[in-house]
């Protein structure tokens, strides 16, 4: 029962262009959403938040969108770097549990 | 201002063997977490812990794992007489009270388990 879903296991962007990636849920329950950055060999990295009574939030080249209405929320980054290539995951964290539940992740392949 | 710190960073053990996978918290942080991630897929949640006590393992097999959070020393995860399907990364995170607050979790840099 995957709560949290990215449903694209990658994506191939050019340098300079925008990167989109997408996350579903299906827990009304969660309260705050996280992404995070990891490359091979290393463990994860917190890159942005959002709170569930937020629909917007930005910092720097990352802005991180919520629909709640349709249970969605999406990652931007622009403009895209090489740097940028790596394993992204979408989680959400369980206000009662304290439990942060992961996508299965989105592969980014930021062209040169 | 040590991160998590994890060791060792890779393990081998032979079939039938025991594994014990160390997570030392950031400094301040009093919740551990332990993930696993399989080949090809995402982080699976395994267990939470807090000082001397389990708070959620529903996530860990019901056989041959177990792990502790001693008063004093790091979190142990523990996988006794390893299988070839145990072979994945094991990651610990952790965070302080506030876990929102804190921006989530602060992982480390994992273990990876190699059965052979």
């Known amino acids: 029962d995957q709560q949290v879903k990215q449903n694209s296991p990658s994506l191939s962007v050019q340098e300079g262009r925008i990167s989109i990636l997408n996350c579903d849920y299906t827990?009304?329950?969660?309260?705050?959403f996280l992404w995070y950055k990891k490359y091979p060999a290393e463990g994860p990295t917190f890159l942005i938040s959002?709170?569930?009574?937020?629909d917007k939030n930005e910092d720097g080249r990352f802005t991180v969108f919520l629909n709640k209405s349709a249970k969605h929320l999406s990652l931007h980054i622009v403009p895209s770097q090489p740097g940028d290539s790596a394993v992204y995951f979408c989680?959400?964290?369980?206000?009662?549990?304290?439990?942060?539940?992961f996508g299965t992740g989105t592969l980014l392949a930021v062209q040169p | 201002n040590a991160g998590v710190m994890q060791n060792p960073r890779h393990l081998v053990r032979r079939r039938g063997q025991e594994a014990r996978l160390r997570c030392s918290p950031m400094?301040?942080?009093?919740?551990v977490y332990w993930y696993r991630q399989l080949p090809e897929e995402g982080l699976k949640f395994m267990v939470y812990?807090?000082?001397?006590?389990?708070?959620?393992e529903s996530g860990m097999p019901k056989e041959r794992f177990s792990a502790e959070f001693p008063k004093e020393g790091p979190s142990i995860l523990r996988i006794q007489q390893v299988v070839r399907g145990d072979s994945a990364a094991y990651f610990c995170?952790?965070?302080?009270?506030?876990?929102?607050?804190?921006?989530?979790?602060?992982f480390g840099s994992g273990t990876r388990l190699t059965v052979v």
């Open positions: 995170a952790s965070s302080p009270r506030d876990v929102q607050g804190a921006g989530g979790y602060t």
């Open positions: 827990n009304s329950m969660f309260d705050y």
């Open positions: 989680a959400a964290i369980d206000g009662a549990t304290n439990k942060l539940i």
């Open positions: 959002i709170s569930s009574i937020k």
């Open positions: 400094k301040g942080h009093s919740h």
């Open positions: 812990l807090q000082k001397e006590n389990i708070i959620d």
